[in-house]
């Protein structure tokens, strides 16, 4: 294969992230949130993209967006190969988290169809539905269904707006149904390989091109409820008080300092955070009588979760007592931490010697649509670097310079698992 990159590859690349950033809402970019009217009009354009290159569409039963490039094969079950990512967004988040993956996956089918390769295998490219955190406190939602993990419980969230997760997925051409048991065709896929931003500094620190992940830290979520008693700011005296909203302070900087002294202590990664907080009645003349947060906690071992909740679970009770105030915790999701297929991570840094791209084993500390698929299929997911480590906000960046030589190591690690199939059929 030909390893430089072209200026015509940089310019598709430009093209996709650009033409995925004019689907935002105008007053706040970059969001594009899953099931939005925004999201719907990227996944239209994706769509045609999709056909444009070739490639059958559907959108399966999880409601992801399916482009299939036959294998050469005449077989009724071939094996396959899954590349992608996501084009949901956070709010006011960026162009390239999930985004990158999906021009790059999109490269890989673009060097096929220009050299007129034809694989063993089918092709898919992906749009996986929902991978950022919603309304609903579910994300991956594309992955999980096809790991078999959407849960009846799940479906039946309903947001703010009284819509019903499982009816939104529906809406868009999923089944709305559970899964619980992975995808029919499990054991046809030898490989899901996945390029995003590394949303951390660790690459571009080292100047190198590529991280080959070897390992996804598990991620779980709760919901922290704190009932207090809503008062008149003003006659409510200090001592009487049942104020929420103190008790949940309480709780935040005892997360902090907890989660702290773990990952001091720990050499994998460990990290805690509440970053979302709804006070009631919320005014300014009026005690918290309720507060509604959410704990989000990823952890690369057990042991170092487990540690934490039981300080977590002693710092609620002990806030519980001496703010007078009901604290009840519900978990929302849970995935454990992933390793990554060690075959494909052989692959893939062999690839990055092949096509001229350095490259370093790296450690992810985000969670991602990769973790839910290595539950039934071998996976592996490479990194590219991010300017200053910056992301879930506007200003994040990479180069499509970046991106192309992420899509270099795909299109070597998918045609060296071309060359093995046929091989191992031969």
């Not at 009009?41 to 444009?52: H, I, S």
């Not at 929902?130 to 790991?147: I, P, Q, Y």
Request: aromatic residues 4%.
């Amino acid at each position: 294969m030909n390893n430089t990159i072209a200026l015509s590859q940089t310019t598709r690349i430009t093209d996709t992230i650009n033409q995925l950033a004019t689907f935002t809402e105008p007053e706040r970019p970059h969001t594009r949130l899953v099931f939005s009217s925004e999201f719907e009009q990227a996944r239209l354009w994706l769509r045609e993209t999709f056909v444009a290159a070739g490639l059958s569409c559907h959108v399966d039963a999880g409601g992801n967006l399916v482009g299939v490039l036959k294998a050469r094969t005449d077989e009724p079950c071939p094996d396959k190969v899954l590349l992608g990512s996501h084009i949901d967004t956070v709010p006011a988040g960026g162009r390239f988290d999930g985004i990158a993956g999906v021009a790059a996956a999109l490269e890989v089918v673009h060097y096929l169809n220009t050299n007129e390769i034809k694989l063993p295998f089918d092709l898919e490219i992906v749009d996986y539905l929902g991978e950022e955190l919603n309304v609903w406190g579910t994300s991956c939602l594309g992955s999980r269904h096809m790991a078999g993990l959407i849960t009846s419980e799940m479906l039946e969230r309903v947001d703010p707006d009284g819509r019903k997760l499982g009816t939104e997925i529906a809406r868009i051409g999923g089944s709305g149904g559970t899964s619980e048991e992975p995808r029919s065709d499990a054991s046809q896929i030898i490989a899901c390989l996945e390029l995003h931003i590394e949303q951390a500094k660790s690459l571009e620190k080292q100047n190198l091109d590529v991280g080959i992940v070897t390992s996804i830290p598990g991620i779980y979520r709760y919901s922290i409820s704190i009932t207090g008693q809503a008062g008149h700011s003003g006659t409510t005296t200090m001592t009487e008080r049942r104020d929420a909203l103190v008790a949940a302070a309480d709780i935040i900087q005892g997360v902090s300092a907890i989660a702290n002294q773990i990952a001091g202590a720990d050499n994998q990664h460990f990290a805690a955070t509440i970053g979302k907080i709804d006070v009631f009645p919320n005014g300014a003349a009026i005690v918290p009588g309720q507060v509604e947060a959410t704990l989000d906690l990823r952890a690369a071992s057990d042991h170092s979760r487990l540690n934490f909740f039981a300080e977590f679970e002693n710092l609620c009770t002990q806030a519980s007592k001496s703010r007078n105030c009901e604290i009840n915790i519900k978990q929302l999701a849970a995935a454990a931490a992933a390793p990554m297929n060690d075959e494909l991570m052989k692959l893939l840094a062999t690839a990055a010697v092949k096509t001229g791209v350095s490259s370093t084993k790296i450690s992810g500390g985000a969670g991602h649509d990769t973790a839910h698929l290595s539950r039934f299929a071998p996976a592996g997911m490479i990194f590219i670097p991010c300017r200053d480590g910056l992301s879930h906000c506007p200003e994040e960046f990479t180069t499509s310079e970046a991106i192309a030589k992420g899509s270099l190591v795909l299109i070597g690690c998918v045609l060296e698992l071309a060359r093995r199939t046929s091989l191992t059929r031969a």
